[in-house]
């Protein structure tokens, strides 16, 4: 994770530094042994920089790192937050494709941000149902989005009517 770190940070002077560091996969081992936490500590500590959160979500997802519900849940709100709505949707459309694989389905990253955002506004939430509705129709996953609607529909808010 420092080597990820380091590469989010580093700047066109300790560019040498990075370059002259020996072969990634001596530090993939590293990423191997992430905690969850100490992932969402370091992308809420990106918040405000959702560009270098963003890469540093995939570059732990290319080193082998397995991704938590936690994490998505983590990126997910700095996607949302930030508006970056093309984003959202690949990412949602990763999960869905591989929802079999990552231990956890897409109504459970729902859930969790729901759980999360306490006292928050639901902003969130209804930027996330509209991304999973379009992700959903993407795929031709009908049944789905209707699951969403009825989901939001007990959360006490309603898509936005352009979805």
Known sequence: MRFALAQLTSSSSDEQEI?????????????????????VQTLNSLRKQPGKALSFF????????????????AIVRILCSCGWDR???????EIIRKDKCLGFEIMDLFEALQEGLEGEDSNLLVQLSNAL???????EMFDEVID?????????????IFV
């Open 58 to 73: 995939n570059q732990l997802k290319e080193d082998g790192f397995s991704h938590h519900v936690c994490t998505y849940v």
């Open 19 to 39: 370059n002259s560091t020996p072969n990634m996969n001596h530090y993939s081992n590293q990423f191997f042994d992430l905690h969850r936490v100490e992932v």
């Open 148 to 160: 969403i609607l009825f989901q939001t529909r007990r959360s006490g808010f309603i898509p936005h």
């Open 87 to 93: 984003k959202l949707n690949y990412l949602l459309l």
């Open 133 to 139: 509705v379009k992700a959903y129709v993407t795929v």
